[in-house]
């Protein structure tokens, strides 16, 4: 059942709106912020859909996963993708210069890039400055550089981080407004906490305040219809109908995958001459509950105090729960074991949040039921 439900038209779209905006989309220049949760596809679809369609438009892409490495500095992880990329573009017969060459039309060989600046120290105090960096790319591409940095919600964990939008938000002011510019600098951030990515651009103290705020646009009945097409034409046996198929993947939170291992319970376990579709609303529910204990083992395993670091953010409140003092530096430490398994989110200075909404949501759910 491998196969990736490709959004040709909604990826084309919105390259088109940020490559080549019309009067009322011209604010994207500022910077485009898109939430949604995690596993409903945002990053597959930047890599399949979003990433190939800016470059038909023409347009220079790099990419970096804030992800990738939780425990890095996430200012750090994204100077190393753009350093990564200008070596690339140094080098005779790299992937990046070929892929420009493709979009831009040019012949490989003729395509030359010399910066004046070193590498090493990009962004960095002492360093060349990103404003500077992002410049020289765009005038030697001639054409459209797009960054696109997937969690980016993880920047304003850190000050570097902080500090880092602040220099990308002053490279789009250094390239965007000139005039004659042979391209422009465009800047989209996804993440898969709203409320955090919303805050980016919401807060008159973030760099990109004023910037588009969008919500990831799930996939929905189009692809439930779609896999319900795939399953009928290879004879798959007990496949609900679509309407109940397409409220269990609902449910699960329009995630693919877990829609998926629903179907799988259902083929496997519905007795013969059963319908279904009695059984897939269950199978949906119980596989929700069971996604999100996943992560909140995670909190479990990390020990008692961390229980209570992530039921609440109150040092005072440890000491009742665990009826022994709880020293300052025990907090760090756990509080830095729950951020490194994405577990919770440093929104600013003493300020905490969990990562994934929907966890916190089925959490607040088992209090309920426990009364």
Known sequence: MSHYFARPVLASSMAR??????????????????????????????????????????ALVMYVDLWSDTRANPAQLVRDAIREAL????TPGSSLL??????????????????????????????????????????QARCDVVLIVDEVQQAITTDDGKHLLVALKAARDAV????????????????????????LTARRTQAFSG????????????YTADLLARLQHAGVPNVPSHEVVLAA?????????????????????????QDPDGYLPVVAATLRSA?????????????????????????????RVLGREVKVEEIGAVVNELMASNIILRRAHGLYCVADPAVQETWREKLQLLG
């Open 98 to 139: 070929a892929r420009l060459a493709r979009v831009s039309g040019v012949d490989v060989g003729a395509l030359s890039f010399k910066f004046g600046f070193k590498l090493e120290k990009i962004g960095e105090t002492g360093g060349t400055p990103l404003s500077q960096v992002i410049t020289e790319l765009v005038d």
């Open 291 to 319: 996604a999100a204990d996943i992560e909140l083992a995670k909190v479990e395993q990390l020990g008692q105090l961390a229980s209570a670091v992530f039921e609440k953010i109150a040092a005072a409140h440890y000491s």
């Open 87 to 90: 070596a690339q573009l140094q």
């Open 17 to 58: 709106q940020l490559i080549h905006p019309d009067v009322l989309d011209q604010g994207s220049r500022s910077g485009l912020f898109m939430s949604g949760q995690r596993r409903t596809g945002k990053t597959t679809f930047l890599h399949n859909d979003l990433i190939p369609a800016l470059e038909r438009e023409g």
């Open 211 to 222: 910037a588009q705020s969008i919500t990831y646009p799930v996939l929905d009945a189009d």
């Open 176 to 199: 965007n407004p000139r005039p004659a510019t042979v391209g422009h600098f465009i800047f989209i951030g996804t993440g898969s906490h709203r409320a955090m990515v919303s805050e």
């Open 249 to 273: 993947f609902r449910t699960l939170g329009h995630r693919p995958e877990e829609l998926l291992k629903a179907l799988r319970q259902v083929q496997l376990h519905t007795p013969a001459g």
